[in-house]
């Protein structure tokens, strides 16, 4: 088992390009989430899916598009890079939405925004 | 407002020491509290995850404990190796995995 995989792990981007952040896991969970950590805030909440076909908006969803076609994968779509998108960015999965359910993370996605 | 504080920020502790991090909480309704480690340039790793009806649990050196009334935590390592190098994450969920509150962690380093 991979696990959780993202890629790339570094990315520098220009204000105003696009691009897609990869997270893929081979668990066949059907939760998937994206994070962002910033320097002195918790992660937050921006985008999830409970299962192929159905994703919905977390904390801080703005400036970011999901998809869910398959239960393995789920990127991360930045439409127009903006300063304020330089992060850290985790993808986690979890078997399913429910409260205990053990959540596990991907090792990250470094991207820089010019 | 739904916060979990985390102290101290950061610690410097020699190996083979014991310390413990401190996690106190608003966040409302509880469903439970998690303990995450995350070693620089990784992805955060879950330590424990403790309901309301738990006030100590146990990991191996790592143990974390409860308190529901006082709506605190704290997670105790023992006898430090210079592998519990890492920061040390307070996770509190309202019900629901996109639910989870998370704390700015605790830094720790272990020199020998």
């Known amino acids: 088992n991979a696990g959780v995989t993202q890629t790339p792990k570094f990315q520098v981007l220009k204000t105003g390009q696009s691009m897609t952040l990869q997270c893929a896991q081979d668990?066949?969970?059907?939760?998937m989430s994206w994070y962002r950590q910033d320097p002195g805030m918790g992660l937050r909440l921006i985008h999830y899916?409970?299962?192929?076909?159905?994703?919905d908006q977390g904390e801080v969803p703005n400036g970011y598009n999901v998809s869910r076609s398959t239960t393995e994968d789920f990127p991360l779509r930045l439409l127009s890079a903006a300063p304020s998108q330089t992060s850290v960015y985790f993808c986690?999965?979890?078997?399913?939405?429910?409260?205990?359910?053990?959540?596990?993370f991907g090792p990250g996605t470094r991207l820089t925004v010019l | 407002k739904n916060q979990v504080e985390q102290s101290p920020q950061s610690l410097i502790i020699l190996e083979g020491k014991n310390c413990t991090l401190q996690?106190?909480?608003?966040?409302?309704?509880?469903?439970?509290l998690r303990w995450y480690k995350q070693d620089t340039g990784r992805g955060p790793v879950s330590l424990t995850i403790?309901?309301?009806?738990?006030n100590t649990k146990s990991n191996g050196r790592y143990t974390a404990t409860l308190d529901a009334d006082t709506k605190q935590s704290s997670l105790h390592i023992t006898a430090s190796q210079l592998s519990d190098s890492a920061s040390y994450i307070c996770?509190?969920?309202?019900?629901?995995?996109?639910?989870?509150?998370f704390g700015t962690g605790t830094r720790l380093t272990v020199i020998p």
């Open positions: 986690a999965s979890s078997y399913g939405s429910g409260t205990y359910n053990e959540q596990f």
């Open positions: 668990m066949n969970h059907e939760y």
């Open positions: 899916s409970v299962g192929a076909g159905i994703t």
């Open positions: 996690c106190n909480y608003t966040v409302s309704p509880f469903s439970n």
């Open positions: 403790m309901t309301f009806s738990e």
């Open positions: 996770v509190v969920s309202a019900g629901g995995a996109n639910n989870l509150f």
